[in-house]
């Protein structure tokens, strides 16, 4: 059985704990990026009410996370060292019209506490421990 082919679908599925898809596939090929994607999903459970995906038409963010504040927006992505991939990971906060913070979350120390017009980077080791990002 191969993993995507187990797990396909249009819905997005989270474990509970990531060992569980390594230990039911035969894929040796380890997805970081959505291993990442399921690890901050976890904690936005933890630190939420509701989280949910957010689509407008074809756009998708990750994850759009309410609380009694309102709604804060999520976007992961590994790497955005590559300028496009940079432009096309904030590009999803585009069609969104509201004053709720954004947070463009990677694995990266390096650009960690950028500010893309009211979009905040942020390194997810640090997020996932509450250390708060210094904004430049």
């Known amino acids: 059985m ?11 599925f ?17 997805d970081y990026g959505h291993i990442l994607e399921n690890i ?11 989280v949910s995906v957010g689509r407008i038409g074809e756009r998708e963010i990750d994850f759009v996370a309410e609380s009694s504040e309102g709604f804060t927006y999520f976007q992961l992505v590994m790497s955005v060292m590559d300028p496009n991939t940079l432009e096309r990971e904030l ?8 004053a709720y913070p954004g947070y463009l ?5 390096i650009g ?4 893309f017009n009211g979009i905040i980077q942020l390194n997810a080791a ?5 250390v708060p990002p210094r904004i430049s």
Not at 19 to 24: H, W
Not at 126 to 130: A, E, F, M, N, R
């Open 2 to 12: 191969r993993g995507k082919r187990a797990l396909k679908s249009e819905e997005k």
């Open 14 to 30: 989270y474990l509970s704990d990531v060992g569980f898809c390594y230990a039911m596939t035969s894929s040796p090929v380890r």
């Open 40 to 50: 901050v999903y976890l904690e936005l459970q933890r630190r939420y009410k509701k």
């Open 91 to 98: 590009s999803a906060f585009n069609p969104i019209r509201d």
């Open 105 to 109: 979350i990677t694995t990266y120390r």
């Open 112 to 115: 960690a506490g950028r500010n």
């Open 126 to 130: 640090d997020w996932l421990l509450g």
